[in-house]
């Protein structure tokens, strides 16, 4: 975020490159956990929220260097591209989530449903409220039940599914989530800023994404639907 703040050309190449090194990092730590099978749930809501504020820096800073650098936008031309896109991060973020999680839970059985992650959180929550400690944690599961309740929206009940049937219904859709997930995000971020094109990223997340998301959300709730048992 520091680099992109810069503006210029060679701090927009050692920002990406930085970027690109940190989310490698990122994936290699879940990895390393499921290995040595030491991750908790916690764990998870840690190492998301770490992304998002992540992100924050890397974005306040690429809105600064719009300003800063060669491009010479003002703050009010930086806020309306940085604004939607952000807006548009965060909202593919927790679309791609909440389907990735889902397709653990209802087509590998590896993974309890967000509904029931919610639910067990929720009474872990109250517990710490009763005893009157871990704040910190109390402070994680709270963001993470809000999180959480924006992605199920109005999914009050645990939706069954025939899980050889969702696996196969859904696997292909799984994949095509990825084009507006996380790591393709940053890929097109980091491929602007090594490009010194900022304009690459966001005809990607504004355009682009966006209508790839609407797309999928279609398919996907059609998808769904057609297979579930209740």
């Known amino acids: 975020g520091v680099f992109f703040a810069f503006g210029d050309k060679e701090s927009f190449v050692i920002g990406g490159l930085l970027y690109a090194l940190a989310h490698i990092l990122d994936c290699c730590d879940g990895m390393i956990a499921r290995l040595k099978k030491n991750g908790s749930p916690l764990g998870r809501i840690i190492d998301g929220w770490t992304d998002y504020v992540t992100g924050t820096a890397v974005y306040n800073g690429l809105f600064l260097g719009l300003q800063n650098g060669t491009f010479a936008l003002t703050s009010i031309q930086s806020l309306l591209l940085m ?30 449903s967000i509904l029931d992650d919610r639910n067990m959180f929720a009474q872990r929550l109250q517990t710490l409220k009763q005893e009157k400690k871990n704040y910190f944690e109390m402070l994680l599961l709270t963001f993470y039940l809000a999180y959480t309740k924006v992605q199920l929206k109005k999914e009050k009940v645990k939706r069954e599914y025939p899980m050889k049937i969702y696996f196969e219904q859904n696997r292909r859709l799984v994949f095509l989530w ?19 094109e900022p304009i690459v990223f966001f005809v990607y997340i504004l355009g682009v994404s966006n209508i790839w998301m609407l797309l999928m959300i279609t398919i996907q709730l059609k998808t769904n639907r057609k297979i579930r048992i209740k």
């Open 178 to 196: 990825n084009w507006i997930g996380a790591a393709s995000h940053i890929f097109m971020l980091v491929l602007a800023t090594l490009l010194y």
């Open 83 to 112: 604004v939607p896109a952000s807006i548009s991060l965060i909202l593919h973020s927790m679309i791609v989530d909440f389907y990735r999680h889902e397709f653990l839970a209802h087509g590998l059985g590896k993974v309890s």
